[in-house]
């Protein structure tokens, strides 16, 4: 019996170990597929799909601090230089906002300082401004804003998958993407979120 259960349970393994390896070498000889157009749309248009999502997200997060701050501005006692000067700061992230096709990693590092210190003091500012409970807005763009951020990385992961598919893609495919002309022999290699080794 515990024989019968070893080799069952070997050839579980084995079979899960074969799956693996025939997807992953499915993936990585996509250029020999006839499918090989249909699949590199898939992967390009799930890419800019999951990038427009990312920078839609942070372009709303902003837009909220910015209404949020103008929520505080109405208020009496509340600080109005320090208003002012968040207003200024979220001008200034937006012109920074990353670009998909040239980001580098001390642009991204740069970008996340700037929104982070802007989040926390806008938090901060909140928590500083007298009769804010009657004002229902101001929590309502303050959940706004911190389930945005909070997002954002898994929002980044999501795109970094595909962009990572893409760029193998183009990696391993260059001569054929040339021959099928543009806009595919144009496409280049897109920097990524995470960590390079």
Request: aromatic fraction near 8%; glycine fraction near 2%; charge should be positive.
């Amino acid at each position: 019996m515990f024989n019968k259960l070893q080799a069952k349970l070997f050839m579980a393994i084995l079979g899960i170990a074969i799956f693996y390896a025939c997807s992953k070498k499915t993936a990585t000889t996509t250029s020999s597929q006839p499918d090989f157009k249909t699949n590199l749309k898939m992967v390009v248009d799930s890419m800019y799909t999951n990038w427009s999502s990312m920078d839609a997200s942070e372009k709303d997060k902003l837009q909220s601090i910015d209404r949020l701050l103008d929520e505080l501005s109405y208020i009496n006692g509340s600080n109005t230089v320090k208003i002012d000067s968040l207003k200024s700061s979220v001008k200034i992230i937006k012109t920074a906002m990353l670009r998909a096709e040239s980001m580098t990693s001390q642009e991204i590092d740069d970008y996340d300082v700037l929104t982070d210190k802007l989040i926390r003091s806008t938090l901060a500012l909140i928590a500083s401004t007298p009769s804010t409970e009657e004002h229902p807005l101001i929590a309502k763009l303050e959940s706004s804003i911190t389930t945005a951020d909070g997002n954002l990385i898994v929002l980044r992961y999501k795109y970094d998958r595909w962009a990572i598919q893409f760029n193998e893609i183009v990696t391993n495919n260059k001569g054929r993407l040339t021959k099928m002309g543009t806009p595919y022999s144009e496409y280049k290699i897109r920097p990524l979120f995470q960590i390079q080794p």
